[in-house]
């Protein structure tokens, strides 16, 4: 029952006007400069999907991969893309443990072997209030834990980042508790929408975008997609996520995109769409990001003002 | 041996050469220099700038996100402004050098900038009448914010000869919530980010220095006349 397109990035978008189209928004914001535009307004979001597709357009690959969260590299947007580059991604491996029949340290090629390599296009909600619109490439992490055999008592799934001071420099600082942390309920990880994701825009996972293995899971706030995963353990416990164990009061284990729900500094209520220049009103964020189809099941009867 | 441009060795014999007149220190070499040096400049370095960045931003040269690039260059470079303007009279304190010529160009500029930052949040970032308004009565950073902002506003309206004839010593009084509105500014910085970052946290160090100073000289001006 599931839709599959049979486009190609490469067909649909050519790189070079994918890469070429900021400079067009770019003109396009000059022009429109002297249109009054009324100063205070939101937009409205009609989203629809097709499949697990959004019908929104995606952001280019430049905005995709210069606008990075990845604090091992840096707190700044444009750090991760600045230093990554040092980053060694082959030869990888995966530990895999804890509640599972089959653990082991898997190889790269191991872990992806097999897998049904999907494009979606997902949108992307950062807890910090930007969004984008991201295609990504990869496989449903049900079919990972199937292949290594998840046990009865397993309830979670934790996920650990690459700890390497010395190609990741944000690490050489104790801005947070190092290795990164993430976690998942166990059904969770089992949505078809949770993605362990492999490239964008049809190409290898760029470093700076948590190469060579990432999570992607799109109705939660962007940092429980944890980058460059080397570790994954099936436990009975909740795991305590790196932001979390960072500040409690402001950042949750579930941190699913929540309108109502806002961080105690700031609001959730409403996002900036990355890419739609100086002018662009924000826009309405929506409960779940907009999968509530896929996902509000799980939830129901909890309360997500104390679940934040 | 003889290194390539070593210049002590030349100050050495300039120094020990007889009949030569004694060297005036080098802050009032400073100090001369300045005086050929207007204040008005700065203005128009105050107007060409936020200009530039938002230039800059319509044509999508900075960055991403330019909304968020625009807000944090020109509210970073107000709190930058802002603590030159209080580092004024400690440097005079302590090397002799006196910027007191430039400081009310300091001040109000630090002023134009945060009220520039204020602007970008109000009407390209936040744009939501009701959100603005929760945010003021909600948010801690945007609290003490705004509270930094209110605090420097009647000082740039009285930062004018004419108010400081008028207002005698009160002036002075009135002025030094230059130093409140500063650390107030630097901690908005401090808790808007996420976790502890170091780039807000020295300028928050800074600010605390030159308050320090300040504190410093008052007590031992104090002790000296008591």
Not at chain 1, 28 to 38: E, I, Q
């Given at each position: 029952m599931r839709f599959k397109s049979e486009l190609k990035y490469s067909e649909v978008t050519p790189r070079a006007a994918y890469l070429n189209r900021r400079q067009i928004m770019a003109a396009?914001?000059?022009?429109?400069?002297?249109?009054?535009?009324?100063a205070f307004a939101q937009e409205k979001v009609d989203v629809s999907f097709n499949g697990f597709d959004t019908s929104e357009k995606p952001n280019s690959f430049?905005?995709?991969?210069?606008?990075?969260?990845?604090?091992?590299f840096g707190t700044g947007k444009e750090d991760p893309a600045a230093n990554a580059g040092?980053?060694?991604?082959?030869?990888?491996?995966?530990?895999?443990?804890?509640?599972?029949?089959?653990?082991?340290?898997?190889?790269?090629?191991?872990?992806?072997?097999?897998?049904d390599i999907d494009e979606r296009i997902y949108r992307f909600r950062c807890v910090e209030g930007w969004s984008m619109v991201i295609p990504w490439n990869g496989f449903e992490l049900n079919q990972l834990l199937a292949q290594v055999g998840v046990q009865p008592s397993a309830k979670y799934v934790r996920f650990e980042t690459l700890y390497r001071p010395d190609e990741m420099p944000g690490q050489r600082r104790a801005i947070l508790d190092w290795p990164y942390v993430e976690g998942l309920r166990l059904d969770e990880a089992m949505n078809p929408l949770t993605l362990m994701a492999t490239g964008l825009y049809g190409e290898d996972l760029p470093k700076q975008n948590g190469a060579p293995l990432r999570l992607v899971v799109p109705w939660k706030y962007g940092f429980k997609s944890i980058k460059s995963i080397v570790k994954i353990d099936l436990t009975a416990e909740e795991p305590v996520n790196t932001w979390k164990d960072a500040n409690f009061r402001e950042y949750g284990f579930y941190s699913n995109v929540n309108p109502t729900v806002n961080h105690p500094r700031w609001s959730q209520a409403q996002e900036r769409r990355i890419g739609g220049g100086v002018f662009a009103k924000p826009q309405e964020t929506l409960m779940?990001?907009?999968?509530?189809?896929?996902?509000?099941?799980?939830?129901?009867?909890?309360?997500?003002t104390k679940f934040f | 041996m003889v290194r390539p441009f070593d210049v002590s060795l030349d100050l050495k014999a300039?120094?020990?050469?007889?009949?030569?007149?004694?060297?005036?220190?080098?802050?009032?070499?400073?100090?001369?220099?300045?005086?050929?040096?207007?204040?008005?400049?700065?203005?128009?370095?105050?107007?060409?700038?936020?200009?530039w960045l938002f230039y800059q931003a319509v044509t999508g040269t900075l960055g991403i996100?330019?909304?968020?690039?625009?807000?944090?260059?020109?509210?970073?470079?107000?709190?930058?402004?802002?603590?030159?303007?209080l580092c004024v009279t400690p440097l005079r304190k302590y090397t002799g050098v006196n910027l007191i010529r430039y400081r009310r160009a300091l001040g109000l500029i630090g002023f134009w900038f945060i009220f520039l930052h204020l602007n970008v949040w109000l009407f390209l970032d936040v744009r939501n009448v009701s959100l603005i308004l929760a945010d003021l009565v909600k948010r801690p950073y945007i609290i003490i914010g705004m509270v930094a902002f209110a605090l420097l506003v009647p000082l740039a309206l009285t930062s004018n000869t004419l108010s400081i004839?008028?207002?005698?010593?009160?002036?002075?009084?009135?002025?030094?919530?230059?130093?409140?509105?500063?650390?107030?500014?630097?901690?908005?910085?401090?808790i808007l980010v996420k976790g502890w970052q170091v780039e807000p946290l020295v300028y928050f160090a800074i600010v605390l220095a030159v308050l320090a100073t300040r504190i410093s000289i008052k007590r031992l001006a104090l002790r000296r006349s008591g």
């Open positions: 396009a914001a000059g022009t429109g400069l002297l249109a009054a535009t009324p430049e905005e995709i991969t210069n606008y990075n969260n990845f604090y091992e040092q980053l060694t991604t082959d030869p990888w491996s995966v530990e895999i443990g804890g509640l599972v029949d089959k653990p082991g340290t898997y190889d790269l090629a191991d872990v992806i072997g097999g897998k779940f990001n907009g999968y509530g189809d896929w996902v509000a099941d799980m939830y129901a009867g909890m309360d997500l | 300039i120094a020990m050469t007889p009949n030569a007149p004694p060297r005036e220190p080098v802050s009032r070499r400073i100090n001369s220099a300045l005086r050929k040096v207007p204040a008005w400049p700065l203005y128009i370095l105050a107007l060409i700038y936020p200009a996100d330019p909304v968020k690039e625009l807000e944090h260059t020109i509210g970073l470079r107000g709190l930058q402004v802002l603590i030159a303007t004839r008028k207002l005698g010593r009160n002036w002075r009084r009135l002025h030094w919530l230059a130093y409140p509105a500063t650390v107030l500014g630097a901690l908005h910085f401090v």
